[in-house]
């Protein structure tokens, strides 16, 4: 007898979809052990927060220091394991007293343990982990862990586990900076999300199967720019498609010379920046661009110049709602890829870490 044929992209999907169930998970992960108040005690708070990742974590890592400032009024950063490795100069300058966090979903991504032994040996700074594994190089190296093991996958393309952990940083966040309500907040994510989730995969697919495009553009402007790369970098992995990201403003001065109906163009709009980036939206509408657009609550200008609109229609504040921005973007991307005739689940020249021989 020989085994089933795997379904393509059974995996992916499956992640994706069950991202509320896993959040909740995480949360009561988190809870169970009082992760985040042990965090805090044994991290006092600093003036100066550095996020570090690769790929999916670097976006992670973009959008938790966006709301770390928000959340706390200290300062964060963003930056990939490749700059403060090669860099170290331009990232530490003027940073003694930061705080790093280290972000890997699977605690071997050989630049984020040398970025990790970078701060902890040789720069004798104090380093907090996040990742969704345990008994791994990256726990050994940092001082302390943050463990989301729920968020754990077993495709290669990284979705639940980018959702989970930042909503695990941003709960540390609101924990450092006093927001119960805010986590409150991040606690009813799941519940609404699922709502948000439900119809989506159904009509996405329509809209994959209805249409071509050559090329794929994500805008996003403040805490959604990390988001929006996440989810051009979803429909490269999947779909090997082209795809860029500008921030929503940016896209006016030099990139909107290549929109086209060929060109799908998705917005992902904030609350704070609605007015402005609706502006943009309706500017690349006008050009005969072809529009997807996700937003929380959408008005008439919007429905009017959305080709496929996304509105999430959370009851929540604008930070507590950033996991769910990316719903569409996987969705794209995995949808994309298997009418494309490929697996998700298998992108080529992908693995699921990268490990790097080291030369030395």
């Not at 302390?144 to 979705?159: F, G, I, N």
Request: hydrophobic fraction near 45%.
């Amino acid at each position: 007898m020989t085994a089933d044929k795997p379904i393509p992209g059974a995996h992916t999907q499956a992640e994706i979809l069950s991202q509320p169930w896993c959040w909740r998970e995480c949360f009561q992960a988190l809870d169970e052990k009082d992760q985040l108040g042990q965090t805090c005690i044994r991290f006092p708070a600093r003036a100066d927060w550095l996020f570090v990742g690769c790929g999916t974590s670097y976006y992670i890592a973009l959008a938790a220091a966006a709301s770390w400032t928000h959340l706390t009024g200290m300062r964060a950063r963003a930056v990939p394991a490749s700059d403060l490795i090669l860099f170290p100069h331009l990232v530490l300058s003027g940073s003694s007293l930061c705080q790093p966090v280290l972000i890997s979903r699977s605690g071997h991504t050989s630049e984020v343990l040398k970025a990790a032994e970078y701060l902890e040996v040789k720069s004798n700074i104090r380093t907090l982990a996040i990742s969704c594994a345990t008994h791994q190089p990256l726990e050994e190296i940092c001082t302390a862990t943050l463990y989301l093991l729920p968020a754990d996958e077993q495709s290669t393309v990284m979705t639940r586990s980018f959702s989970s952990m930042l909503l695990g940083l941003q709960a540390l966040a609101a924990a450092y900076g006093h927001q119960a309500s805010f986590a409150e907040a991040l606690r009813g994510l799941p519940n609404q999300a699922q709502a948000a989730l439900d119809p989506l995969p159904a009509r996405l697919q329509d809209f994959v199967q209805a249409n071509e495009f050559a090329d794929y553009v994500f805008l996003g402007q403040g805490p959604l720019f990390g988001l929006a790369n996440e989810c051009m970098l979803k429909v490269k992995e999947m779909s090997r498609s082209y795809a860029q990201c500008f921030h929503t403003l940016e896209f006016r001065h030099g990139p909107k010379a290549i929109v086209s109906p060929e060109t799908l163009i998705t917005f992902l709009l904030s609350e704070t920046g609605f007015e402005a980036e609706t502006e943009v939206l309706e500017e690349v509408k006008g050009l005969g661009g072809t529009t997807l657009v996700v937003t929380n609550q959408a008005d008439v200008a919007v429905r009017s110049a959305a080709d496929f609109p996304v509105e999430l229609n959370l009851d929540l504040p604008e930070y507590a709602r950033l996991a769910a921005f990316v719903f569409a973007g996987q969705l794209l991307g995995y949808f994309t890829g298997l009418k494309k005739g490929y697996d998700p689940d298998r992108p080529r020249h992908l693995s699921r870490v990268v490990i790097l021989n080291d030369k030395d």
